[in-house]
Nanobody, 125 residues
């Protein structure tokens, strides 16, 4: 069992930056691909970024490519999402997720087995 706890959300002006963190419990964290997803009010949950178990492979949604960076520190059981040049359309609850299947990290929320409770990101114009 893996428990995930996100932090780092908040209110920021357009053009600003935030760094989200996701702390994981469990000794097998370093073997799991990890992902970040977000859900805005009235919209479906959407993929943001993902990273493989070793941190050597990443993938991003087109809407955040070049602005967001996903990384992980396996020694600290933590995955990060650095968000720069934030836009009002980035406003959402952000969730981190872990996939028990080793391999290329998926962009589908259905592939992930464990989820955090989410952290709110609000970008004002």
């Amino acid at each position: 069992q893996v428990q995930l706890v996100e932090s780092g959300g908040g209110l920021v002006q357009a053009g600003g930056s935030l760094r989200l963190s996701c702390a994981a419990s469990g000794r097998t964290f370093s073997s799991y691909p990890m992902g970040w997803f977000r859900q805005a009010p009235g919209k479906e949950r959407e993929f943001v970024a993902a990273i493989n178990h070793s941190g050597t492979y990443t993938r991003y949604a087109d809407s955040v490519k070049g602005r967001f960076t996903i990384s992980r520190g396996n020694a600290k059981n933590t995955v990060y999402l650095q968000m720069n040049s934030l836009k009002p359309e980035d406003t959402a609850v952000y969730y981190c997720a872990a996939d028990r299947q080793i391999g290329i990290p998926s962009t589908s929320s259905n592939a992930y087995d464990y989820w955090g409770q989410g952290t709110q990101v609000t970008v004002s114009s």
